[in-house]
């Protein structure tokens, strides 16, 4: 082996071993480093917009602040038009709960009654203590988180840290927004200039795969959580709204929107009606805000951008939330984005390199 080789095996190494030393650091940080990651993201997702301001003759400074602006009355607007309704619909569902107990009590007794050999009036004393339990649950988690975020020095470690998180999320995101051309020309001089066009070509690569896939999964996303949460409220299912905006965001993993939407929306329009044509609707609204995904919503908006088969996907998404709680969940797919397309490129390095193809 020559010495170029040798520096070059030496390179490669030292450059492995610091990303393996990054992302083991990045694990035990994670709890530091997640409010900034979700900046480095909104400053991804805003900053075409702020190019687009600059092109309009504004200075980049006050593109930033005017679309910072902008979002923060829209996220809010949104909170104080959902927020409401959303507790409207909580205690609704509180106060409707004792009856959801003893309908879901008479679904039970029949199929006690006919166990044979098995102490009747025990088992209705357990279940019926059970569902008492069941009926108090809300109060009892209210109670204890309370006491767990007020009482524990673990709960006032969390109140400081997501207090922290609010804090250096928008401050953090006018930064890098700001500085965000600046950042990337600098990193870009770090690349050797041999190697800056094959970079700059994977890079627009990745960016193009994200743009597509990220911004087109969000407008998605919405669309879906606004047709599943119109069609449950006209269904008069319990909750509608809060299970209709979780069926829509839960789309962007494979399969999982359909199971955390329709099943409680089937069971709980059943239960609070016992009528089968509501139960009917439900599952027409999810049929066809289905359809309506699959066949122009997801092909025109996002499109065949990742190329993975979703077990790859449930894969990413259960390792993301084992490592980063939350917000690795929601990570977890870009992420994969970014991987699949530097896979696609090693590999064809590889088949192009003179390893490969020597007999």
């Not at 119109?230 to 359909?258: H, K, N, Q, R």
């Not at 027409?284 to 805000?289: G, P, Q, R, S």
């Amino acid at each position: 082996m020559d010495g170029n080789a040798r520096d070059h095996t030496r390179i490669w190494l030292a450059a492995f071993a610091g990303l393996v030393l990054t992302c083991v650091l990045a694990y035990y940080a994670r709890r530091v480093l997640t409010p900034f990651l979700v900046a480095l993201a909104l400053a991804y997702l805003l900053d075409p917009v702020v190019d687009l301001l600059e092109r309009w003759k504004l200075s980049r400074t006050v593109a930033v602040l005017l679309l910072m602006l902008v979002f923060f009355l829209l996220s809010l607007g949104m909170v104080l038009i959902l927020f409401p309704l959303l507790r409207i619909q909580a205690e609704k569902f509180i106060h409707d709960l004792p009856q959801y107990i003893t309908v879901i009590q008479g679904w039970i007794q029949p199929i006690v009654d006919r166990i044979a050999g098995m102490d009747q009036e025990k088992i209705r004393e357990v279940l019926n203590q059970a569902l008492e339990r069941l009926g108090q649950l809300p109060l009892r988690l209210l109670s204890a988180s309370t006491s767990f975020l007020w009482d524990s020095l673990s709960g006032l470690l969390n109140i400081v840290l997501f207090l922290f998180s609010l804090f250096i999320i928008p401050v953090a995101t006018f930064y890098l927004l700001r500085d965000f051309d600046l950042i990337w020309e600098r990193v870009m001089k770090l690349v050797p200039p041999r190697f800056r066009d094959q970079v700059m070509e994977t890079v627009r690569e990745i960016e193009s795969t994200l743009a597509k896939f990220v911004r087109g999964q969000l407008m998605v996303a919405v669309t879906l959580g606004g047709l599943y949460s119109i069609g449950l409220f006209l269904c008069g299912t319990p909750m509608g709204l809060f299970i209709g905006i979780l069926a829509g965001f839960a789309s962007m993993i494979p399969y999982l929107g359909l199971v955390v939407g329709f099943v409680p929306a089937a069971l709980m329009t059943y239960i609070q009606y016992q009528d089968w044509l509501l139960v009917g609707g439900v599952a027409l609204v999810f049929a066809v805000v289905q359809a309506l995904e699959g066949m122009v919503l997801t092909p025109r908006i996002v499109g065949d951008t990742l190329g993975l088969h979703p077990v790859v996907i449930l894969l990413a998404v259960l390792l993301g939330a084992e490592f980063f709680g939350f917000m690795g969940v929601l990570l977890a797919v870009p992420m994969v984005a970014v991987l699949n397309v530097l896979v696609r490129r090693g590999l064809e390095l590889y088949r192009g390199s003179d390893f490969f193809s020597s007999p």
